[in-house]
């Protein structure tokens, strides 16, 4: 998948060192999770890689890289629960704020729907200061959050198919 300014491909073997220092990067991770150790980050890369290589569409993980430079930006994930599916971005620290996030979802979003013919996205993390810099991330692809269905800590936003396709024709 590709837009102006970026490629995004399925992550595979050559993605390790990405995939590594995204999930052990203190800086990134200090809104997602605790930074992860070396032997649970191999672990899941062997696990995202295992699920890009199956026919049916599941959780799926694309390098984002940036078309100019040629240079592995970050990642941008599906995971998949039934008819719905979690999605989920990470940016080398030098990338953020530029609108790469933004830009990734709109192919990723379109792949959801059309691609793995899923009925909900929704994007979940802690309740903090930054979850007001979600908001206004999500919101433009018409993400609304649901309290009601979010973890006791946690913000929730979903965007229903409908939702999306309607955007998608305005």
Same mark, same amino acid.
């Given at each position: 998948?590709?837009?102006? @300014?970026?490629? %995004?491909?399925? =992550?595979? /073997?050559? #993605?390790? $060192?990405?995939?590594?220092? &995204? ?6 991770? @200090?809104?997602? %999770?605790?930074? =992860?150790? /070396?032997? #649970?980050? $191999?672990?899941?890369?062997? &696990? ?14 694309? /390098? ?107």
């Amino acid at each position: 998948m590709e837009t102006s @300014r970026l490629r %995004l491909r399925l =992550l595979d /073997a050559g #993605d390790e $060192a990405l995939f590594c220092h &995204l999930y052990t990067d203190p800086h990134v991770m @200090r809104h997602i %999770l605790t930074p =992860l150790s /070396a032997e #649970d980050v $191999a672990r899941g890369f062997m &696990l995202a890689c295992n699920h890009n290589t199956k026919d049916r569409p599941g959780h799926r993980y694309w /390098a984002v890289e940036d078309k100019a430079s040629t240079t592995s930006i970050g990642l941008v994930a599906l995971q998949r629960k039934g008819g719905s599916a979690e999605l989920g971005v990470m940016l080398r620290e030098g990338w953020w704020s530029q609108g790469i996030s933004s830009e990734a979802f709109v192919p990723v979003l379109s792949h959801a729907f059309a691609g793995m013919g899923l009925e909900l996205v929704y994007a979940q993390r802690p309740d903090d200061d930054h979850a007001l810099i979600i908001d206004r991330l999500l919101g433009r692809f018409g993400f609304v959050r649901t309290p009601q269905w979010a973890p006791h800590g946690q913000c929730r936003w979903e965007l229903p198919r409908e939702t999306w396709m309607r955007r998608a024709r305005n």
